[in-house]
């Protein structure tokens, strides 16, 4: 009787794990759209966080969820680059995945590498979009839009804030903002050897020890 038993309990446990089926993986939440955490001091807007194998723009070859010609909501949500008077959803400077778009759109300067329709310097068609847009008055002495010129402004220092990628004021930011450089070479102040202001120019001037 107690085999019996036995033998039964064992067929009930087989049949058992038989018949038990795994969950499904969870596939996890879908992607969503962050701030961007790069130049918010200086007022830069939001930009999305990029996820892995996101669709591309066969027309401007940026991926779709920040592509500025198609993707009108992500134009909406961006706001505005304060750092350079742009939207931010337009912003090459801070974003350079973008110049992919401008130049399959033929929207590009190549001597000053920047959109052509935001090139003060080339006389850009960007009215209205803040600072550096076409239509701002030029500095004379420094060779750039008066509204962006950090020597003839110096309030323009405290306002952007800080450029946390290369650690310099917004405003004298050369790497982010190349139409400053002709600023800087009016000052004198430019080092040729390494492309940035000799100011800034830590291989030209290595901080003192301690």
Do not use: Y
Not at 26 to 31: H, K, R, S, T, Y
């Amino acid at each position: 009787m107690k085999s019996a038993i036995a033998l039964i309990c064992v067929l009930l446990l087989v049949i058992g794990g038989g018949c038990s089926k795994e969950e499904p993986a969870d596939a996890g939440p879908e992607p969503e759209i962050v701030e961007s955490s790069a130049g918010d001091a200086a007022g830069h807007g939001t930009f999305p966080e990029i996820p892995p194998g996101a669709a591309i723009c066969g027309e401007h070859r940026v991926p779709e969820v920040v592509c500025p010609f198609c993707n009108e909501e992500f134009v909406e949500k961006a706001g505005h680059c304060g750092g350079h008077g742009v939207p931010e959803a337009f912003c090459t400077r801070c974003h350079p995945i973008l110049i992919a778009a401008f130049r399959a759109e033929g929207d590009w300067c190549e001597e000053h590498g920047l959109p052509e329709s935001q090139c003060a310097a080339c006389g850009g068609e960007s009215a209205g979009q803040g600072p550096g847009a076409a239509g701002d008055a030029i500095c004379a002495e420094h060779n750039v839009p008066e509204a962006m010129c950090p020597f003839c402004d110096p309030t323009l220092i405290e306002r952007l804030g800080h450029c946390g990628g290369h650690n310099v004021p917004e405003a004298l930011c050369t790497r982010c903002n190349p139409n400053l450089i002709a600023a800087f070479k009016a000052e004198g102040d430019w080092c040729g050897e390494h492309g940035l202001p000799e100011s800034q120019c830590l291989d030209c001037n290595p901080p003192a020890d301690g």
